[in-house]
């Protein structure tokens, strides 16, 4: 087993708590090649589980479930280890209404600086969601714009989760990191940051949503704190007064 991928399950759950993740001698389906029966598999899942979500939702979630582990796993290699993972390497744990847990196929990881683990690591991602995305949209009719805002919110969620462990990082240095990630997955303008203060003055950061996750449609459901439904001022306002009382 590699010792730098070991190293790097070990700190990756301050990212990811919780979660399952192995590492293998090798995979079976890499997550960027689920197959479309099991992409339907889960959609129908989420079918029986929320009937009165609606298929938009089905699909959305579908897609969401899908890229967050891939996703949040690249984005701390790189940041926490200063590791490219390769992410044709990973594969993930399909169940009822979810998808929790990886296995990663052991490979001996890039190291290098972050600069160039970008510049490296993010061509690699964007072309496995690509492939997946060509499967999904097949079976679920995802809009391609509304598939890149939700992975693009996966992408700012990540640094956001990273930046509570890099305390060298700033709200300015966690900013600048969001639009090099944004511009190297050719997301620009799906997703980003939102900066605001709380009553200390102090610079806080949440996600600037660009579309809705439509969790608001279950039975159980609510719209998000940071849902681009809720006007701009109201947002930054609750978000103020969240921080604020904790």
């Not at 700190?11 to 197959?35: K, R």
């Not at 339907?40 to 967050?68: I, K, Q």
């Not at 970008?118 to 995802?142: E, H, Y």
């Not at 998000?224 to 921080?243: F, M, Q, V, Y």
Request: hydrophobic content about 40%; glycine content about 8%.
């Amino acid at each position: 087993m590699n010792t730098l991928l070991e190293n790097f399950v070990e700190s990756v759950q301050g990212v990811m708590p919780g979660s399952p993740l192995d590492i293998v001698s090798g995979i079976d389906t890499a997550w960027s090649h689920t197959p479309a029966a099991q992409v339907t598999w889960l959609a129908d899942s989420l079918a029986r589980g929320y009937p009165e979500a609606g298929r938009h939702y089905w699909a959305f979630r579908t897609w969401g479930l899908l890229v967050w582990q891939p996703v949040y796993l690249t984005l701390a290699g790189m940041h926490l280890k200063r590791l490219g993972i390769s992410p044709e390497c990973i594969s993930q744990q399909v169940s009822h209404c979810m998808v929790w847990g990886c296995r990663i196929a052991d490979h001996t990881p890039i190291e290098e600086d972050e600069i160039t683990l970008l510049d490296i690591t993010a061509p690699r991602l964007r072309a496995c969601m690509s492939t997946l995305f060509q499967t999904c949209n097949g079976v679920l009719a995802l809009h391609p714009k509304a598939a890149d805002r939700l992975f693009a919110d996966y992408v700012m969620g990540a640094l956001l989760r990273i930046k509570e462990l890099r305390q060298d990082w700033s709200a300015a240095h966690t900013v600048d990191w969001a639009e090099r990630w944004l511009t190297a997955l050719d997301l620009n303008g799906a997703g980003g940051l939102l900066r605001y203060k709380h009553d200390a003055g102090h610079d806080q950061l949440a996600l600037d949503r660009k579309v809705c996750c439509l969790v608001y449609k279950c039975h159980d459901g609510a719209l998000c704190d940071t849902c681009p439904k809720i006007p701009l001022a109201e947002r930054l306002a609750g978000l103020a007064g969240s921080r604020s009382a904790t």
